[in-house]
C-alpha cells in the first residue's frame, strides 16, 4: 500500500527527484537520432568490408583460373595466335560460363564485377539470384541443389563449364567432387561453396 501511494506522489510531483532540491536528474540515454546514426554508420562499414572480401575473392579466383589456362596451353604447347582484327587491349584470358546439357546457355562471364555480363555482377542477368540464367538462383536450372545442369548440385552431371576466348574448357563449375573435369583450384571451389550456400 505505501508503495503506491509513494508512485502517486512522485507522478503528482513530475515524475521524481526533480521536484526535491538536492537531486541530480537521471542519465539521459543517447537520443535516438544518435543510435539510428551509429548503427547506419556501422552497417556501412560492415558492407564495405563485405564488398571488400568479396571483391577479393573474386580476383583470387580470376587469378587461379587464369593460371590454370596458362598452364593448360603450356601442356599442350599451344600458345594462341594474336589476330589482326583483335583490339590490343582485349584480355586474351576471356572466361565464359556455359550450361545446359550441351553446354548451349550462356551464363555470363567470369569477368570485372562492372560488366553487366559478369557472373559477379549481383545486380546483372548472369550474377542475380533471381535471374533464369544464373548459377546464383537457387531455383533456376544452374543453381539449384537438384537439376542435373546444377553448380551447386552434389550429384549433378552435366554442370556448367568454363571456356576460355579460344574455346577451349578449363573444367566444370560444379561442387560435385566425382567429376575428374571438376575445377578444383582453391579459391574457385570456396567462392563456388559461397555461391551454393548463399
Same mark, same amino acid.
Given at each position: 500500500?505505501?508503495?503506491?501511494?509513494?508512485?502517486?506522489?512522485?507522478?503528482?510531483?513530475?515524475?521524481?527527484?526533480?521536484?526535491?532540491?538536492?537531486?541530480? #536528474?537521471?542519465?539521459?540515454?543517447?537520443?535516438?537520432?544518435?543510435?539510428?546514426?551509429?548503427?547506419?554508420?556501422?552497417?556501412?562499414?560492415?558492407?564495405?568490408?563485405?564488398?571488400?572480401?568479396?571483391?577479393?575473392?573474386?580476383?583470387?579466383?580470376?587469378?587461379?583460373?587464369?593460371?590454370?589456362?596458362?598452364?593448360?596451353?603450356?601442356?599442350?604447347?599451344?600458345?594462341? #595466335?594474336?589476330?589482326?582484327?583483335?583490339?590490343?587491349?582485349?584480355?586474351?584470358?576471356?572466361?565464359?560460363?556455359?550450361?545446359?546439357?550441351?553446354?548451349?546457355?550462356?551464363?555470363?562471364?567470369?569477368?570485372?564485377?562492372?560488366?553487366?555480363?559478369?557472373?559477379?555482377?549481383?545486380?546483372?542477368?548472369?550474377?542475380?539470384?533471381?535471374?533464369?540464367?544464373?548459377?546464383?538462383?537457387?531455383?533456376?536450372?544452374?543453381?539449384?541443389?537438384?537439376?542435373?545442369?546444377?553448380?551447386?548440385? #552434389?550429384?549433378?552431371?552435366?554442370? #556448367?563449364?568454363?571456356?576460355?576466348?579460344?574455346?577451349?574448357?578449363?573444367?566444370?563449375?560444379?561442387?560435385?567432387?566425382?567429376?575428374?573435369?571438376?575445377?578444383?583450384?582453391?579459391?574457385?571451389?570456396?567462392?563456388?561453396?559461397?555461391?551454393?550456400?548463399?
Amino acid at each position: 500500500m505505501q508503495t503506491g501511494i509513494a508512485r502517486v506522489l512522485l507522478m503528482t510531483l513530475g515524475g521524481g527527484c526533480f521536484a526535491f532540491a538536492g537531486c541530480s #536528474p537521471p542519465e539521459t540515454a543517447a537520443a535516438p537520432h544518435q543510435v539510428d546514426a551509429q548503427r547506419d554508420g556501422q552497417s556501412e562499414r560492415d558492407q564495405r568490408e563485405l564488398a571488400r572480401r568479396r571483391l577479393q575473392l573474386e580476383n583470387q579466383v580470376l587469378a587461379e583460373l587464369r593460371k590454370l589456362r596458362q598452364s593448360r596451353q603450356a601442356s599442350t604447347g599451344a600458345a594462341e #595466335p594474336a589476330r589482326e582484327d583483335e583490339p590490343v587491349s582485349a584480355p586474351d584470358y576471356e572466361l565464359q560460363v556455359f550450361g545446359g546439357a550441351s553446354h548451349e546457355v550462356f551464363l555470363g562471364c567470369l569477368c570485372d564485377e562492372q560488366r553487366p555480363d559478369s557472373v559477379f555482377n549481383l545486380a546483372g542477368e548472369h550474377g542475380s539470384d533471381m535471374s533464369a540464367d544464373s548459377i546464383r538462383n537457387k531455383f533456376a536450372p544452374y543453381g539449384s541443389d537438384s537439376d542435373d545442369t546444377s553448380a551447386c548440385n #552434389p550429384a549433378a552431371t552435366h554442370p #556448367p563449364v568454363v571456356v576460355a576466348s579460344d574455346g577451349k574448357s578449363l573444367g566444370l563449375l560444379s561442387i560435385n567432387p566425382a567429376l575428374k573435369r571438376r575445377i578444383t583450384a582453391p579459391s574457385v571451389a570456396d567462392w563456388l561453396a559461397r555461391v551454393c550456400a548463399g
